[in-house]
């Protein structure tokens, strides 16, 4: 073969392949690295026996007792929690009431238990329940919560008046407030006028042994108050008039007359 013969191929191939280059379609080119590089990370999900392989494209049934593969999903960054408070409010103490001085809710307590000095400890009528509970002695705002209830407790107890009609209602009741409570009342009285101071003084003497025999040693004989006739009851223009009057343990007789004098 001459060698013009040869530099005439030598041509026809360089523009063959020029032509090749220019017809081919625009799209780039990809390295190895950069297509191991744009693989996703993959994970598995364990299954309590052997692995089958599967393809990337397409879903396929899990079979029961298998090991899938499947693209890993990015976990996305925690979100922190809105409490819902302002950046002024408390944030270690939930209850701004609490947030308050002691005097100052103590105050408040006074103001919000004031006017009431009787509880009933067996409603009549419609309000009677079924069962003794102490959800219709006590108010609301001893409610509220466990800290406020310790606190009112404190105010409301020593202040009531509690007015039984049978002793096991009395000591129901008693079991049902605890110890830290039984310990903060003052006046535990029947809910009737007995005939004669004698028969108050029994009464008396009588309740407390019963409370005592109970187990109720928080509650001192002090407390209880039972009201009699001083004078007999009499029917005059159609009404009944009469005079009665309490009696209790000479303790807080005393404290009342120093209170009183304070």
Request: net charge positive; aromatic share 6%.
């Amino acid at each position: 073969m001459s060698v013009a013969k040869k530099a005439q191929q030598a041509k026809t191939a360089l523009a063959l392949a020029t032509a090749a280059l220019v017809n081919a379609p625009a799209s780039p080119m990809k390295t190895k690295v950069e297509d191991d590089g744009a693989r996703k990370p993959t994970a598995y999900r364990i299954g309590p026996s052997g692995v089958v392989k599967s393809s990337g494209k397409g879903k396929g049934k899990l079979k029961k007792g298998t090991l899938q593969k499947s693209p890993m999903k990015t976990p996305s960054p925690k979100q922190k929690r809105s409490t819902g408070k302002s950046k002024g409010s408390n944030v270690d103490n939930p209850c701004d009431f609490l947030a308050l001085h002691p005097d100052v809710r103590k105050i408040i307590y006074k103001y919000v238990l004031a006017g009431t000095t009787h509880a009933d400890l067996e409603p009549a009528g419609s309000q009677r329940p079924s069962r003794l509970t102490n959800g219709y002695t006590v108010p609301a705002i001893l409610k509220v919560c466990s800290s406020v209830r310790l606190e009112a407790a404190q105010v409301w107890y020593p202040r009531m008046t509690f007015l039984y009609c049978h002793e096991k209602t009395l000591l129901d009741w008693l079991r049902l407030i605890g110890p830290s409570n039984r310990a903060l009342v003052r006046t535990l009285r029947p809910d009737r006028i007995l005939q004669s101071k004698r028969w108050a003084e029994a009464a008396v003497v009588f309740t407390h042994a019963r409370i005592k025999d109970a187990g109720f040693e928080e509650v001192v004989e002090d407390a209880i108050e039972a009201a009699f006739w001083e004078k007999s009851p009499e029917a005059v223009g159609g009404s009944c008039e009469g005079k009665w009057a309490f009696i209790r343990g000479e303790k807080w007789a005393l404290n009342e007359i120093a209170a009183e004098k304070a």
